[in-house]
Antibody
Framework: QLQLQESGPGLVKPSETLSLTCTVS??????????WGWIRQPPGKGLEWIGSTYYSGTTYYNPSLKSRVTVSVDTSKNQFSLKLSSVTAADTAVYYC??????????????WGQGTLVTVSS | DIVMTQSPDSLAVSLGERATINCKSS????????????LAWYQQKPGQPPKLLIYWASTRESGVPDRFSGSGSGTDFTLTISSLQAEDVAVYSCQQYYSTSLTFGGGTKVEIK
């Protein structure tokens, strides 16, 4: 059974870079059958897609975040990562990693990780 | 970006009654070459990640109770819970995957009246 687990600091200072890792177990991130994505949810608000990556390194980003976001994949560790630079309080959210259900971003997400709360505060 | 607008923001329904949630996209998510609507529905309970309920607008995910159904095409979609159960209290969100820039609706909170 495929499982995803987010990890990283729960507190980041304003203007710094948020870094999270998603570890995939029960399956290979190198599979050509899936894309892998990051989604976030500010407290009490809706879901926002951040970006997605393929095992080859191909990436797609939310245009509103593109200038600050990098999503990368490490097939040797079966992980993919998120970096979000120049964070502000508006970036405070629960961050989820998830798998697309096909070899493109034109697919829904399933399964999802449990999520990790990242707070931006000095 | 395709904007997904859900209504209502919240609704309270008696146990055993029908709950209806609407999702409207700012442009069609129907792909003409395969006649499929690129829309999914998720259920999210407090403190949990979203759970996939429906994809292709009306295909129920394996294991999802048949009281959940999705309908609609083009720009207007509906998630219906035919007979609300206590365990259905949650936030429900739609998502379009037609565009490379994926977007979600703002969510609808379903409570027991």
């Amino acid at each position: 059974q495929l499982q995803l687990q987010e990890s990283g600091p729960g507190l980041v200072k304003p203007s710094e870079t948020l870094s999270l890792t998603c570890t995939v177990s029960g399956g290979s991130i190198s599979s050509s059958s899936y894309y892998w994505g990051w989604i976030r949810q500010p407290p009490g608000k809706g879901l926002e897609w951040i970006g997605s990556t393929y095992y080859s390194g191909t990436t797609y980003y939310n245009p509103s975040l593109k200038s600050r976001v990098t999503v990368s994949v490490d097939t040797s560790k079966n992980q993919f990562s998120l970096k979000l630079s120049s964070v502000t309080a508006a970036d405070t959210a629960v961050y989820y990693c998830a798998r697309h259900t096909g070899p493109s971003t034109h697919n829904w997400f399933d399964p999802w990780g449990q999520g990790t709360l990242v707070t931006v505060s000095s | 970006d395709i904007v997904m607008t859900q209504s209502p923001d919240s609704l309270a329904v008696s146990l055993g009654e029908r709950a209806t949630i609407n999702c409207k996209s700012s442009q069609s998510v129907l792909y003409s070459s395969n006649n499929k609507n690129y829309l999914a529905w998720y259920q999210q309970k407090p403190g949990q990640p979203p759970k996939l309920l429906i994809y292709w607008a009306s295909t129920r995910e394996s294991g999802v109770p048949d009281r959940f159904s999705g309908s609609g095409s083009g720009t207007d979609f509906t998630l219906t819970i035919s007979s609300l159960q206590a365990e259905d209290v949650a936030v429900y969100s739609c998502q379009q995957y037609y565009s490379t820039s994926l977007t979600f609706g703002g969510g609808t909170k379903v409570e027991i009246k």
